[in-house]
Every structure is written in structure tokens, then in C-alpha cells.
């Protein structure tokens, strides 16, 4: 199994960064602004990307001294089985966020396309818990024909 794993700080309060992760609003300020469900260990949100589909994740863990889990029900094959997470730490005005999607059985094209889309939605992310304003899809960075 291989993983997606990336680092980034936020300047920006913990429970700032964990809003923005364990909400759907939050969620749909930085990564789909169609974002829907219920974030309670246990529930499901769901995440869709208007004519490209989307994603179903259980939500596993929620800890508001800094971790998220979600495990992808529905979605691309590729993602299926999949746990998507972020833990946060504080270090002085850093929040720091190391996010995973864990269990990916084969690094083919489509990870390394959602690799760079993570990381694209990760920097939405820092936009918006540092000014207010994220880029969550549909209007995201096109970055291929595959979006």
C-alpha cells in the first residue's frame, strides 16, 4: 500500500484549522462548496464535484486537540477503503498540518493526479482559515483534463 502525505503551517489558532477540517462548512470554504452531511464520529459527509463526481467518507475520529479521520464508503475505486486525515499541532503562530490518504493499493496516474490536487486544496486551506477566502472547487486550479 502506498500513502499521499503532506505538510503544511497555517498561521493561525489550532481550533481555527480544526473548524476548517472537521465542519462541513469549514470543508466547503477551502475544498467543495458542495459539501453535505453530518461530522460526528460515526456519520458521513459527502462531497461531490459537479460533473466529476465525488466522494462519501465515514467519519472515524474527531479530536479537537487536532485530528480528523474519514474513511472513504463511495466514490472512485481507487479511494474506496482509503482513510483520509489530518493531525494539527500548534508551534508558536504555526499550526502545523500533516494530512494523509492512507491505503492506496498501487501508486498509478490517478494518485499521482490527486496527490497534486490535495496539496493544491491544502494551500486553499491555508487561504482560507489565514484571510477568509479559499478556492474550493468549482473554482479550484485546473491542472489537467482530468481537472
Request: hydrophobic letters at 40%; aromatic letters at 10%.
Amino acid at each position: 500500500m502506498v500513502d499521499i502525505l503532506h505538510r503544511v503551517g497555517v498561521v493561525a489558532p489550532l481550533d481555527d484549522v480544526y473548524r476548517a477540517v472537521a465542519t462541513p462548512e469549514g470543508l466547503a470554504g477551502w475544498w467543495t462548496t458542495d459539501t453535505v452531511g453530518k461530522s460526528e464520529v460515526g456519520g458521513q459527509l459527502a462531497f461531490r464535484f459537479g460533473d466529476l463526481g465525488g466522494f462519501d467518507m465515514e467519519v472515524l475520529e474527531l479530536d479537537p486537540a487536532g485530528r480528523v479521520r474519514w474513511r472513504v464508503v463511495d466514490g472512485p475505486e481507487e479511494w474506496v477503503g482509503t482513510d483520509v486525515g489530518w493531525r494539527l499541532d500548534q508551534r508558536g503562530e504555526y499550526t502545523i498540518v500533516q494530512f494523509s490518504h492512507e491505503g492506496w493499493r498501487e501508486p498509478v496516474e490517478f494518485m499521482h493526479h490527486c496527490s497534486t490536487k490535495w496539496a493544491l486544496f491544502l494551500m486553499s486551506l491555508k487561504e482560507l482559515v489565514e484571510t477568509g477566502h479559499g478556492r474550493p472547487a468549482p473554482d479550484d486550479v485546473r491542472i489537467s483534463d482530468w481537472h
